[in-house]
């Protein structure tokens, strides 16, 4: 019986995200809400301007924000619980000129097909619909001029650290920079993104997603001497690190420093 309720817990922690009131939900109404349709796919984002964006004449950055498994759905509401403060900061809306891209992942699909609980996988010949979505409306923003094409970031936590990982292998030219926490990638296309600078974070206590997911991407990177690369692996902290990790000093002085160049 004991057993019994370990792993319903446990379950219950895969499927629901860690409880916030609603005071701590970012307020909506600073965010505008779409809608990407693509033939059978439909995938809802937000877009939230930063403060330095709106007062600025400069094409402001553009930072797309993958969430985990808990916030899926198509309320275009639910990918607001983690992290996302963090950007909306005054610390941070006040002085990056950006745009924050957040779509939402349809319920029972990932942004990666595969078992998370896995030790590694091999990345598809082909994107899932919903990577696919998120870089069309990538290039939406593009085709637009709305946005700075040489500084175009992607983060992800969970199932969205396993989305960064996957959108940097498969559109390495798109992305100035990347913060990936608690996924996984394929090191057989490390090569692919070795000149992209890269912040990596897991905790090692992590029950959910195996920290070597982490670990062999960052050891793939170094043996191709990338240079502009970070690895923190939190030993007293288990899946739910993403609140430390952007609270890391310097994060994003890092992240919107970066640019890619020829374009």
């Known amino acids: ?8 817990a446990l379950l219950m922690c895969i499927a629901v995200p860690l409880c916030l009131s609603a005071q ?22 937000l877009l939230y301007t930063s403060d330095k964006a709106a007062s600025s004449d400069t ?12 916030e899926r759905g198509n309320d275009n509401y639910q990918q607001l619980r983690h992290c996302v403060r963090f950007f909306i900061h ?25 078992d998370w609980r896995l030790p590694a996988h091999k990345m598809e ?27 175009i970031y992607i983060c992800g936590i969970s199932m969205g650290g396993f989305g960064t ?48 997911r982490s670990s062999q991407m960052y050891r793939a990177l170094k043996r191709l001497h990338s240079k ?6 939190y030993a007293d902290l288990g899946h739910f690190c993403w609140d430390k990790a952007f609270s890391t000093p310097g994060i994003f002085q890092w992240l919107f420093s970066k640019q890619k160049h020829g374009q």
């Open 165 to 212: 990982w996957d959108a940097l292998q498969r559109y390495p030219e798109t992305f100035a920079a990347a913060i990936a926490i608690c996924g996984g990638g394929d090191p057989a296309y490390a090569s692919r993104i070795k000149n992209i600078p890269l912040y990596i974070f897991h905790g090692e206590r992590d029950k959910l997603v195996k920290p070597i």
């Open 24 to 45: 701590d939900m970012p307020d909506s109404t600073l965010f505008t809400r779409h809608q990407h349709i693509d033939g059978a796919d439909t995938i809802p984002y």
């Open 1 to 8: 019986m004991r057993r019994s309720i370990a792993i319903f």
């Open 90 to 114: 005054d610390s941070v809306s006040q002085h990056y000129p950006f745009l924050l891209l957040l779509p939402q992942c349809p319920e029972d699909q990932r942004w990666v097909n595969t």
């Open 59 to 70: 094409l402001p950055a553009l930072v797309v924000f993958l969430h985990g498994a808990g």
């Open 125 to 151: 010949a082909e994107p899932t619909a919903q990577m696919r979505t998120v870089k069309a409306i990538i290039d939406s923003l593009k085709r637009a001029h709305a946005i700075d094409t040489s500084r």
């Open 228 to 233: 502009d690369l970070h690895y923190i692996n």
